[in-house]
């Protein structure tokens, strides 16, 4: 296992892993999610080919719809 920092608290995850590989992991949806790794946004078309390792920093927002339209 490697130790990495996932949203500010530390996770271990196999070896080998890539982004995309931990964001299924996580099981969440891909159509909306944002990730930033070692502090530099990566491409959802990067994902697959952006291995981690021991002591990366990644951040995973997710944006969730809704609110009130009327609101202005």
Request: glycine share 10%; net charge negative; aromatic share 4%.
């Amino acid at each position: 296992m490697i130790a990495i920092i996932l949203n500010g608290e530390p996770k271990e995850i196999a070896p080998g892993q890539s982004i995309l590989d931990l964001v299924q992991t996580l099981n969440l949806p891909t159509e909306r999610l944002a990730i930033e790794h070692n502090l530099k946004i990566v491409k959802r078309d990067h994902w697959n080919y952006q291995p981690l390792v021991h002591g990366d920093k990644v951040e995973i927002v997710q944006f969730v719809g809704g609110g009130n339209a009327g609101i202005c």
